[in-house]
């Protein structure tokens, strides 16, 4: 079966076809990161013009790179939620238009488990159940991971989501939007030493997270550091150092915990700030198996939608009637474990 996978939640348009015995077979990707940059983080209105504008060439882009005609396709799948309304609206009216021209399935997917089925695209892809640490711009979470469908979330963070305290924390140094990926290449200047900084939660039971707290250390230390209202230079790459390390150590704590208590031996790292390199090495440590996605995938993409899309619609699911978009859904209300 050829799917293909659309994703507008947010401020990337994504475009891919999965073949069921083949694999991927195209991938296209525009960011509209340039677009938002100038106003410091995502404007909805705009994110929905710009996947308009965007999307029917994507999808002729993916044909094209897949080799394929829109009518060998078997299905369309697209993300329903969580996200923005106006973006999620584009891919829903674009998949829908699509698969009823076509006359072939179209199906709704939440594209948190498109992360979390991400790490599958990659050659050594993890066997279930697994451990999941979900972490982008807008959550985090611990989803013990039993099958397709079957998920059981273990915590989240009580406030920010990890990929935000990035993004917000960058900010602060004035680096360009996203914050994240540019926070990570400062950090590698830095001496993660230099500033102390707690880790938040640790000490407390269970695998609730909470980065207000080590964002507002952040903060504090940039307001001591900053000349003229502008911290720079060194200061500026030991500050986000030291952040990024805290954020891996704190998770490292937890992702131990989350394995000891489901007594799993594998983790799947998801999500956006699974890109995150020093995060990664910091896992690997842990005794387990450590998965994550092929880097192109850690971060909203369609690929993930198709993967996932084309594992609901190849058992037979396909939406029921016109389905709203869900900006906010629950990934619990997926499954009943
Ligand atoms: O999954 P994603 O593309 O979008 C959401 O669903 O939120 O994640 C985007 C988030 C942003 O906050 C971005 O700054 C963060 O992932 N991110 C990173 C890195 N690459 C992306 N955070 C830390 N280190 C990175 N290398
Ligand atoms: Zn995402």
């Not at 979390?116 to 959550?139: C, I, K, R, W, Y």
């Not at 207000?212 to 001591?224: C, I, M, P, Y």
């Amino acid at each position: 079966m050829n799917i293909l996978g659309i994703e507008t939640s947010c401020d990337e348009t994504g475009v891919a076809v999965y073949h069921t015995d083949q694999g991927l077979l195209s991938h296209q990707l525009y960011t509209q990161a340039a677009t938002h940059a100038e106003y410091g983080g995502v404007v909805p209105e705009l994110a929905s013009r710009d996947h308009v504008r965007k999307l029917p060439w994507l999808i002729k882009d993916a044909l094209k790179e897949a080799g394929i005609e829109a009518g060998d396709l078997d299905g369309v799948a697209y993300t329903r939620g969580p996200g923005l309304v106006g973006a999620l609206l584009v891919g829903i009216s674009t998949a829908r238009g699509l698969a009823a021209g076509l006359g072939i399935p179209a199906l709704g997917v939440h594209h948190l488990e498109g992360h979390l089925l991400a790490p599958m695209l990659a050659d050594n892809a993890p066997e279930f159940p697994f451990v999941a640490l979900l972490v982008s711009g807008g959550h985090s979470q611990f989803i013990e991971v039993l099958g397709v469908g079957r998920y059981r979330l273990l915590g989240g963070t009580i406030d920010d989501a990890t990929g935000e305290a990035f993004d917000k924390v960058a900010k602060l140094l004035d680096l360009p939007y996203p914050g994240g990926p540019h926070l990570a290449k400062l950090a590698q200047q830095g001496d993660p030493r230099r500033f102390k900084m707690t880790r938040p939660m640790v000490d407390r039971p269970g695998l609730d997270l909470s980065f207000s707290g080590l964002k507002t250390q952040a903060l504090v230390q940039a307001k001591k550091l900053a000349v003229q209202g502008h911290v720079r230079g060194q200061d500026a790459a030991d500050l986000a150092a030291a952040f990024e390390y805290t954020v891996a150590e704190t998770l490292f704590v937890k992702c131990r915990r989350a394995l000891e208590e489901t007594g799993l031996k594998r983790l799947v790292l998801a999500g956006g700030v699974a890109a995150n390199l020093r995060l990664r090495e910091r896992l690997s440590q842990l005794d387990a198996e450590l998965f994550y996605p092929p880097l192109a995938y850690c971060t909203d993409n369609g690929a993930m939608i198709a993967y996932a899309g084309a594992q609901r619609i190849q058992a037979g699911q396909s939406d029921a009637a016109y389905p709203e978009p869900r900006p906010r859904w629950p990934l619990e209300e997926l499954s009943h474990v």
